[in-house]
């Protein structure tokens, strides 16, 4: 009997539990929920406390669910050598694994006012330099992502990125739940898709791009600008 071992390691570990899968010893670690770092109220009112709630715990929660089972089942087709069952499960891993990472992202790149949400970065820090030596000012960057947001047809992300390549700050566009990776560390991720704001927004799409800078946290933003 083949022995297959696979670990998928959780940048959130909390909640996490191995799994063993019947005769085929398939072991991996689970994808959970990250714990919020505010309550689901205290970002209004720019984002309501509803769509929060259900953004994290509906939302949010299908796509660990659809991770943990894609993996397990890609794992299992693997085991086994069923190479065009694990092809064919390559799209749920990635749209469930990057809504599972994009979202972890964006509650950490959230914070409430009271916090020191909507606050730029210190003057002293590399991420602000950065952006008022390419951008001019931050109005300037955001006003880019906000158009590339715009641009978004549909469901997507907006990201601002460091280019380990060259060390810029750069606005790119990624649609569903596609992430970014290789070159490109996320900075912020911005969630386009109509469950983050239709229930407060509706057909508004540009007033929540507007809002939600009031509740970014550039501090993160410049921390994951420092380690990238
Ligand atoms: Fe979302």
């Known amino acids: 009997m083949s022995l297959l071992r696979t670990v998928i390691r959780s940048t959130i570990p ?3 539990k191995a799994l063993s899968t ?3 010893r398939t072991e991996f670690t689970q994808v959970s929920l990250p714990a919020l ?3 689901f109220g205290e970002l ?3 984002i309501s406390g ?3 709630e259900l953004h994290y715990t509906k939302h949010h929660q299908t796509y660990v669910n659809g991770f943990n089972k894609a993996v397990e089942q890609q794992a299992e087709a693997l085991a086994k050598g069923d190479i065009s069952k694990v092809l064919a499960l390559q799209q749920n891993v990635k749209f469930h694994g990057g809504g599972y990472k994009n979202h972890c992202l964006f509650w950490d790149n959230l914070s409430p006012t009271k916090n020191g949400g909507g606050e730029l970065p210190a003057s002293s820090s590399g991420l602000y330099k950065k952006v008022i030596d390419e951008y001019g000012s931050f109005d300037n960057l955001i006003k880019d992502t906000n158009a590339k947001l715009a641009g978004v047809q549909g469901s997507g992300w907006a990201f601002i990125v460091k280019n380990k390549e060259n060390g810029a700050v750069e606005v790119v566009q990624r649609y569903n739940q596609d992430t970014v990776s290789g070159n490109l560390v996320p900075l912020l991720a911005l969630d386009a ?3 983050a704001y239709y229930l407060q927004y509706q057909n508004r799409k540009a007033d929540y791009f507007k809002a939600i800078w009031n509740v970014i946290n550039w501090a ?3 921390k994951r600008f420092d380690q990238a």
């Open 14 to 16: 909390q909640g996490s």
């Open 37 to 39: 770092k505010w309550d």
């Open 44 to 46: 209004e009112p720019f």
């Open 50 to 52: 509803r769509i929060n």
């Open 22 to 24: 019947g005769a085929i």
């Open 193 to 195: 898709w109509e469950h």
């Open 220 to 222: 993160e933003a410049s």
